[in-house]
């Protein structure tokens, strides 16, 4: 059973200050690591996407894949208050037409 | 930007009753999902559908469900003989090519009454 674990939160972070989301993931063999982002009563929005070991930034987000901790995180940078949402990790299998492992993601607060 | 869409936003349907929620894929996407969230839950993977046939499916995907690609454009799920714990947003979504991003549309909001 392929597991994606997240702290549902809410976790709360001031406007302007760096928001770090983490995600552990059980099944070793996961090959693609991605972040949505929610809002609440919509559908996941596709954030980031990571493949390989390290950092990948794009704007103000950075992704971290450690695939020897099986752990990624979403780094936010310059917290805005549109920033306020659920975010969530899914991983994706031996690749195929592998469906996603949600995580039951991490509600984000940012405080104006 | 190309997206997915679904029809209807919203359906409600008496127990029992047949539905069929639909989906138009980004245009030169090859692979196409099927997710569904019970409300305040977590989402959760339904099928996978590649090349005309379905490559995988989760234990939720059992006998009441299926899935179709009439023609070039649509691809549906239908569920057959509903319960009221199919109330749900189900979710589709494509990608270009295996293990590429996901992309998800707004989503059928179901109702089972």
């Known amino acids: 059973q392929k597991e994606v674990e997240q702290n549902s939160g809410p976790l709360s972070v001031p406007e302007g200050a760096i928001a770090s989301l983490n995600c552990t993931y059980s099944d070793r063999v996961s090959q693609s690591f991605f972040w949505y982002r929610q809002y609440s009563g919509k559908s996941p929005e596709l954030i980031m996407s990571?493949?390989?070991?390290g950092d990948k930034e794009d704007g103000r987000f950075t992704a971290q894949l450690n695939k020897a901790s099986q752990y990624v995180s979403l780094l936010i940078r310059d917290s805005q208050p549109s920033d306020s949402a659920t975010y969530l990790c899914?991983?994706?299998?031996?690749?195929?037409?592998?469906?996603?492992?949600f995580g039951k993601g991490t509600h984000l607060i940012i405080q104006p | 930007e190309p997206e997915v869409t679904q029809t209807p936003s919203h359906q409600v349907t008496q127990m029992g009753q047949e539905v069929i929620l639909r989906c138009v894929p980004i245009?030169?996407?090859?692979?196409f999902y099927w997710y569904r969230q019970i409300l305040g839950q977590k989402v959760e993977f339904l099928v996978s559908f590649y090349n005309n046939e379905i490559s995988e499916k989760s234990e939720i995907f059992d006998d009441q469900f299926s899935v179709e690609r009439p023609d070039g454009s649509n691809f549906t799920l239908k569920i057959r003989s509903t319960k009221l714990e199919d109330s749900a947003m189900y979710f589709c979504?494509?990608?270009?090519?295996?293990?590429?991003?996901?992309?998800f549309g707004d989503g059928t909001r179901l109702s089972i009454l």
């Open positions: 245009s030169n996407h090859l692979y």
């Open positions: 979504a494509s990608g270009a090519n295996s293990n590429q991003p996901q992309h």
């Open positions: 899914a991983v994706e299998g031996r690749g195929g037409a592998d469906g996603l492992t």
């Open positions: 990571i493949y390989s070991n």
